[in-house]
């Protein structure tokens, strides 16, 4: 299998399930009345897991993550955010927290709110520092490593297009009779991301 293809298989992997990233770029585009009013938010999110997987796949995060107080303090904290944006989500109380209102956000705001959900989201640091990382570390030469960083960084890219056209498609209406559903729905994803992020950080290799 060539790196690039690895990266591609690897990221869709990783970047399907609805989280909070996920999320907010979905209901920022259905509440959008022009798609181009969300490019701010697509952009930074685009950028920022660009940046996490070109620090995995380069080996930056591999010591980090194998100092064992560091990966379980970021596990603890990542389980805490899950736990707590679930039972919020669950209540009807987490889509404000999770950016899921009926207001478009202006530009600042959006980028803001999309670093937040991108680089201080344990769980998204462990999908792409550790698991990516950790995958790229078979790869030997600069070329192949590029390569499967640039692979997996472009899967990021076209999901989240993707994702904020069927959000734009889908549009207010259906936005507004489906986010109870949604927010009980996200929070058993919550819940069920802590547990696997635990197990994740207890059998780190």
Request: overall charge positive; cysteine-free; glycine content about 10%.
């Amino acid at each position: 299998m060539t790196a690039g293809l690895h990266g591609i298989i690897l990221a869709i992997g990783l970047i399907l399930p609805i989280g909070m990233q996920n999320g907010f770029i979905l209901f920022q585009g259905a509440v959008h009345k022009r798609w181009v009013n969300l490019l701010p938010t697509l952009i930074t999110a685009g950028m920022a897991d660009t940046l996490l997987i070109s620090l995995g796949a380069m080996g930056v995060s591999a010591a980090a993550f194998h100092i064992t107080w560091f990966r379980y303090l970021i596990g603890v904290v990542g389980i805490l955010f899950l736990l707590y944006m679930g039972v919020a989500s669950w209540r009807d109380q987490g889509a404000e927290a999770a950016g899921l209102t009926d207001t478009a956000w202006p530009p600042r705001r959006q980028i803001t709110f999309s670093l937040s959900v991108s680089l201080l989201n344990p769980h998204a640091l462990i999908d792409t520092l550790a698991v990516i990382g950790g995958s790229a570390s078979v790869y030997t030469t600069f070329s192949e490593r590029f390569a499967f960083a640039a692979a997996a960084a472009s899967v990021s890219w076209i999901w989240f297009f993707l994702l904020s056209l069927i959000g734009h498609w889908v549009g207010r209406m259906a936005f507004q009779n489906s986010l109870k559903l949604f927010n009980r729905v996200s929070a058993v994803i919550m819940w069920l991301s802590a547990g696997y992020l635990g197990y994740l950080i207890i059998n780190f290799p």
